[in-house]
C-alpha cells in the first residue's frame, strides 16, 4: 500500500487496529452468551420463497444454536409463516418429514390436527378434556419475514427491529437485484468441526486467495494490487460489504461471458485456450444457452457500487452467519450456523440463471466441480486453525487493512455479548 492510500480501517476507528481476543473462537460459555444474546435476538436467513412455492409447501429448518426446530410453511393466502415443530399437547414434534405439501399437520402421536396458520382445528376424543379451549393450543409462532425473496426468522415475538429496518441501512441499494431470475443450480451441506466466527472469517477476507487458491483459480486473481486487496468496504452497525476486482478475462472472472458472449466471451476463450482447455470448452458450448440476460447497467446502484472495470464480485455479510456473494448475473449464498462452540453447520447454495440447452448445463457441471475446488480448499484450513488456536500456544491473533471485515465480526459479536453480561 502506497504512502498516499488511506487504511480502510482508518474510517471505522472504533474497531482499533490491535490484536484480537481468540477466547471467543474457544470458549464454550463464550458461545452460551451467543445464542442468547444474538441468535436468539437476531434475524436468522432460513431459506427463499422458491423452495415453498405453492399454498401446503412446507420445511422444516433445525436450528441447534436456539435449541429448536421450525416449520416454513405457505398458507392459502400466499402467506409464509412459520412456527415451533412442536405439538401443544405432548410436545412430540409434529412434522417428522423434513419437506413436502400437506392440507393440515397432524401430530402422529395422537392425532392432533393443526392448520397452515398453526390454529389446533382436531382433537380426537375432545370431550375428554377438561374446559380445553382450541384458541389457546395453537402453534407457537416464530417471527417470519422475506427481504428480496430470503426467508428469515426471529425468535422474538415480537423483534426489536423489522426485517426491513435491519437490512435497508447497508443493503437497500441491492434490492432489485435479479434473485427470482435465478434458480439453484447446485448446493451443499457439511458439518465442519470449527467455531462458526472461524469460517466466516475465511470467506469475508481476500488476502487468502493467493495462496489457498493459487492454482485452483489463479487465472481470475487480480495480482495489480498485491494480495487481492479490496476495492472498497463497507462496515455498518451490524452487517458489513466488500468489493473485490478479477481478470475479467478468465472463465471464472467473467461470468458475463455465458450471457453476453461477443467480447466478453472471445477474451475469456483466449485467456483459457491453453491453460485451461476445459474452461474454455465448458464456455465455449454454454455462449447463448442462459434463460435470461442481465445488461450491467440494469444491476442496482449497491452491486459493484466502486463501478469498477476489473469488478468480479461483492461479499455481502448479513449479520449474524449469512453470506452473499453477488456476481453479475449469478450469486452464491452461504449460512455458517453453529451447533456448538466449535462446530458449524455449513450451507451452500449456488444460483444461476437456467440453462436451455445441454451445453449450458454442462457448464454449470464445470463451474461446480471448479467451486468444488475452491471450497475444498478453504475448509482444509478450518479445522487445523481451531485446533491450532485450542491449544492455547496463542492468545490473540493480528489483523491487516484488508482483514477489517473479520475485525468488525468480532467487534460486533463482542459488544453484542458483552451488552447482555451486563
Known amino acids: 500500500?502506497?504512502?498516499?492510500?488511506?487504511?480502510?480501517?482508518?474510517?471505522?476507528?472504533?474497531?482499533?487496529?490491535?490484536?484480537?481476543?481468540?477466547?471467543?473462537?474457544?470458549?464454550?460459555?463464550?458461545?452460551?452468551?451467543?445464542?442468547?444474546?444474538?441468535?436468539?435476538?437476531?434475524w436468522l436467513h432460513v431459506g427463499r420463497v422458491?423452495?415453498?412455492?405453492?399454498?401446503?409447501?412446507?420445511?422444516?429448518?433445525?436450528?441447534?444454536?436456539?435449541?429448536?426446530?421450525?416449520?416454513?410453511?405457505?398458507?392459502?393466502?400466499?402467506?409464509i409463516r412459520a412456527?415451533?415443530?412442536?405439538?401443544?399437547?405432548?410436545?412430540?414434534?409434529?412434522?417428522?418429514?423434513?419437506?413436502?405439501?400437506?392440507?393440515?399437520?397432524?401430530?402422529?402421536?395422537?392425532?392432533?390436527?393443526?392448520?397452515?396458520?398453526?390454529?389446533?382445528?382436531?382433537?380426537?376424543?375432545?370431550?375428554?378434556?377438561?374446559?380445553?379451549?382450541?384458541?389457546?393450543?395453537?402453534?407457537?409462532?416464530?417471527?417470519?419475514?422475506?427481504?428480496?425473496?430470503?426467508?428469515?426468522?426471529?425468535?422474538?415475538?415480537?423483534?426489536?427491529?423489522?426485517?426491513?429496518?435491519?437490512?435497508?441501512?447497508v443493503f437497500g441499494d441491492i434490492e432489485g437485484y435479479p434473485f427470482e431470475k435465478l434458480t439453484c443450480a447446485f448446493q451443499w451441506s457439511s458439518v465442519v468441526n470449527c467455531n462458526w466466527k472461524l469460517g466466516l472469517?475465511?470467506?469475508?477476507?481476500?488476502?487468502?486467495?493467493?495462496?489457498?487458491?493459487?492454482?485452483?483459480?489463479?487465472?481470475?486473481?487480480?495480482?495489480?494490487n498485491g494480495g487481492m486487496r479490496p476495492l472498497d468496504v463497507i462496515c455498518g452497525d451490524v452487517h458489513r460489504r466488500l468489493s473485490l476486482a478479477g481478470n475479467q478475462k478468465s472463465v471464472y472472472g467473467n461470468p458475463k461471458?455465458?450471457?453476453?458472449?461477443?467480447?466478453?466471451?472471445?477474451?475469456?476463450?483466449?485467456?483459457?485456450?491453453?491453460s485451461r482447455p476445459i474452461a474454455a470448452a465448458a464456455l465455449r458450448s454454454a455462449i447463448g444457452s442462459a434463460k435470461h440476460d442481465f445488461p450491467m447497467d440494469a444491476l442496482p446502484s449497491g452491486v459493484n457500487w466502486t463501478k469498477s472495470k476489473n469488478w468480479l464480485f461483492d461479499i455481502n455479510v448479513i449479520f449474524p452467519d449469512f453470506y452473499v456473494s453477488l456476481r453479475p448475473n449469478y450469486y452464491q449464498a452461504y449460512t455458517f450456523r453453529p451447533v456448538a462452540h466449535n462446530k458449524m453447520l455449513f450451507e451452500a447454495r449456488v444460483y444461476y440463471p437456467e440453462m436451455t440447452t445441454a451445453g449450458g448445463r454442462f457448464f454449470l457441471e464445470y463451474m461446480k466441480v471448479a467451486l468444488r475446488d475452491v471450497l475444498l480448499e478453504d475448509m482444509s484450513t478450518l479445522e487445523r486453525t481451531q485446533a491450532a488456536a485450542e491449544t492455547g500456544a496463542k492468545s490473540h491473533m493480528i489483523l491487516q487493512d484488508s482483514e477489517i471485515l473479520v475485525r468488525h465480526q468480532a467487534h460486533v459479536v463482542d459488544r453484542l455479548v458483552s451488552v447482555g453480561s451486563n
Open 50 to 79: 422458491e423452495e415453498i412455492p405453492n399454498a401446503g409447501d412446507y420445511f422444516v429448518k433445525e436450528l441447534a444454536v436456539c435449541d429448536t426446530e421450525i416449520i416454513v410453511v405457505r398458507t392459502k393466502s400466499g402467506e
Open 83 to 169: 412456527m415451533h415443530n412442536v405439538c401443544a399437547h405432548r410436545m412430540n414434534q409434529l412434522v417428522y418429514e423434513k419437506c413436502g405439501n400437506t392440507r393440515k399437520f397432524f401430530c402422529k402421536f395422537h392425532g392432533w390436527a393443526y392448520d397452515l396458520e398453526g390454529r389446533l382445528t382436531g382433537v380426537p376424543d375432545e370431550e375428554c378434556f377438561f374446559d380445553l379451549k382450541r384458541e389457546d393450543y395453537g402453534l407457537t409462532q416464530v417471527a417470519c419475514s422475506v427481504w428480496q425473496g430470503f426467508i428469515f426468522v426471529n425468535m422474538q415475538s415480537e423483534p426489536a427491529q423489522s426485517l426491513e429496518e435491519f437490512m435497508k441501512p
Open 201 to 224: 472469517d475465511a470467506f469475508q477476507e481476500a488476502y487468502h486467495v493467493a495462496y489457498v487458491h493459487g492454482n485452483s483459480i489463479a487465472d481470475a486473481i487480480d495480482k495489480s
Open 257 to 274: 461471458a455465458v450471457t453476453s458472449g461477443g467480447a466478453a466471451a472471445a477474451e475469456a476463450l483466449a485467456e483459457s485456450g491453453g
Open 1 to 42: 500500500m502506497s504512502n498516499e492510500a488511506s487504511f480502510f480501517t482508518d474510517r471505522y476507528p472504533e474497531l482499533g487496529k490491535g490484536p484480537v481476543s481468540l477466547a471467543p473462537y474457544i470458549s464454550p460459555e463464550y458461545y452460551e452468551r451467543e445464542k442468547a444474546e444474538i441468535f436468539k435476538k437476531t
